[in-house]
């Protein structure tokens, strides 16, 4: 029997089996649902990879960010950094807030969380660094009354060009409903480098703006244009971010959307936008 199953699993693979279809999105898994590997940890006040009061950790397959071991929130703002810097990407999340703010968390900061694009590194941050330089997908849960949309811009340390100006307030809402409640909400960003950046909450498109780039308002500027080699932001780290509320990931994925666009390659993709010839291969 085994040798019959063998025999069929090698006509199959005769058939297609390892077969690259340049058709079919290859979604990476940055969270693995088991533990925090391949992530890097910075949380204010304590020095790269120390997990003050155990904010980051992984529970029954869900990431999150935990207060319960906090008696009071003193600004500890937390990131959980990706190893890999990407260029051209979509990212998507499913988040939901539980629980109550710890005391001592800002008003703002109720329900609040955010997906770090575009991001300096964690290493480089300081020790006492409340937010990397970065673009921010500002996630939101609603309080019960009233709107509180989510899938926002803040921009720490940067700016971007809206409606054809440049836009430098600190935030900017989308034109998402509200999300009151425990629920899981999904949210998805499509970054093309350093052109265009669009913002999705269950699908719907609420936001959309273009060349990120650095803020030269900040004391920071000059090291930031050195560590991004120049003043648009054409790639950098993702990053998750805790504020004092209670937050979960349940899926963190991301599909590449810079490759091979050769069709002759045996890697090549469809829906790849930018083109690497690094990439190609050919055997």
Not at 77 to 98: D, G, M, N, P
Not at 169 to 178: V, Y
Not at 213 to 234: I, K, S, V
Request: hydrophobic letters at 30%; a neutral charge.
């Amino acid at each position: 029997m085994r040798h019959i199953i063998s025999i069929a699993l090698f006509l199959v693979c005769l058939t297609g089996c390892g077969k690259n279809d340049p058709d079919r999105e290859d979604w990476i898994q940055l969270f693995n649902g088991k533990n925090l590997k391949g992530w890097d940890i910075k949380i204010a006040g304590s020095p790269l990879n120390v997990n003050y009061k155990n904010t980051f950790r992984v529970k029954n397959g869900v990431l999150q960010a935990n207060y319960d071991e906090y008696q009071k929130f003193n600004g500890e703002y937390a990131h959980l950094f990706y190893k890999e810097k990407f260029s051209y990407y979509k990212i998507r999340v499913q988040y939901r807030f539980t629980g109550k703010q710890t005391p001592g968390g800002a008003g703002w900061a109720y329900r609040n969380s955010g997906i770090m694009l575009h991001g300096q590194s964690a290493a480089s941050m300081k020790t006492d660094q409340l937010f990397p330089t970065s673009i921010e997908f500002q996630l939101l849960g609603g309080s019960g009354t009233g709107e509180r949309p989510t899938g926002n811009l803040c921009t720490p340390g940067t700016n971007v060009v809206m409606h054809d100006s440049l836009y430098t307030p600190h935030s900017f809402n989308s034109s998402s409903k509200t999300y009151n409640g425990d629920q899981w909400v999904e949210a998805e960003a499509i970054v093309l480098g350093d052109s265009l950046i669009t913002h999705l909450i269950n699908e719907d498109t609420v936001l959309t703006y273009a060349k990120p780039q650095l803020d030269p308002r900040e004391a920071t500027y000059h090291e930031m244009l050195t560590q991004f080699g120049g003043n648009l932001l054409t790639e950098g780290y993702i990053s998750l971010q805790g504020e004092s509320n209670p937050v979960e990931f349940r899926k963190v994925e991301l599909l590449k959307l810079k490759g091979c666009m050769d069709p002759k390659a045996l890697n090549y993709k469809s829906y790849y936008i930018k083109h690497d010839p690094d990439q190609c291969r050919y055997k």
